[in-house]
């Protein structure tokens, strides 16, 4: 009972909205698709009304479901990896080599500029807040030094240099990290953490007025995500991090074109 009682505690605080790890400054190339379709199409859609158009909403849709799909092929073995090295006999090494390999494999510098900076702010929340509420096992106990640990290279590391010792703080396997430390399985780990992207993206429509907040919860509600999560879990969530791929190439063409927007509300 106390084992499932801190997973749950630890899914509603790593589920929070309020956690300040700056999601909502991205929208992971959404404001980007949405400039160009409009450049490519020559439609123009006006700020409001707030829920959009009916062609906006259909493209957000097949926008959402694909970065899901190559969020989950790219990330999520990053994420599992790391929630599983609590009983590795380096686990600080684990995640340092999960975080160059993962650098090394996102070519795109808007993606990469998004995944360090909501990482730094994981290890910030973590210091200030999270690392009281380690689970009670030696696994946890492994990987919660070693997110400490973390939080204290990330502070030593000059930005643009790379060295043996260098450390970036990519997302993904800080997030499996924290919350195998906190408790969470990694079935609830991966589906979470798809979720959250699902959240933010979400949250970015309603502020680009593609859709109402109440369209946007009812998308995020809707049996059609909560299938679609679970499809990519089966299969993708067994993928070991040397074998993840981009799927959808596209995502990384918007994400990378957003900073040629002559203005924007997002920084990706």
Request: charged share 15%; proline share 4%; with cysteine.
């Amino acid at each position: 009972m106390a084992q499932s009682t801190t997973a749950l505690h630890a899914l509603l605080l790593l589920s929070d909205s309020a956690l300040p790890l700056g999601s909502f400054a991205f929208s992971s190339g959404l404001e980007s698709f949405l400039a160009h379709r409009k450049t490519k199409t020559g439609t123009h859609r006006a700020s409001g009304p707030p829920n959009g158009a009916v062609r906006d909403i259909e493209y957000f849709h097949a926008f959402l479901e694909q970065s899901l799909e190559n969020l989950a092929s790219t990330a999520l073995a990053y994420v599992t990896t790391a929630a599983r090295s609590g009983g590795d006999a380096d686990v600080k090494q684990v995640l340092l080599d999960l975080d160059n390999d993962f650098d090394a494999s996102t070519p795109c510098t808007v993606a990469r500029r998004a995944s360090i900076s909501q990482g730094k702010a994981l290890l910030a929340i973590w210091e200030r807040a999270l690392s009281s509420s380690t689970a009670p096992t030696d696994q946890a106990r492994s990987l919660s030094a070693a997110v400490s640990d973390c939080a204290l290279l990330v502070k030593s590391t000059k930005p643009g240099t790379a060295s043996l010792s260098s450390y970036n703080g990519h997302l993904p396997p800080l997030f499996g990290a924290v919350a195998a430390a906190m408790g969470l399985p990694i079935e609830q780990t991966g589906y979470l953490f798809l979720l959250n992207h699902a959240k933010a993206i979400l949250s970015a429509a309603v502020r680009a007025s593609v859709l109402g907040p109440y369209q946007s919860q009812s998308v995020l509600a809707s049996e059609f995500l909560q299938a679609h999560i679970k499809i990519l879990i089966d299969r993708y969530g067994a993928v070991k991090a040397e074998d993840a791929a981009v799927s959808v190439p596209t995502m990384d063409v918007w994400m990378g074109r957003h900073e040629l927007l002559y203005s924007r509300i997002f920084n990706s």
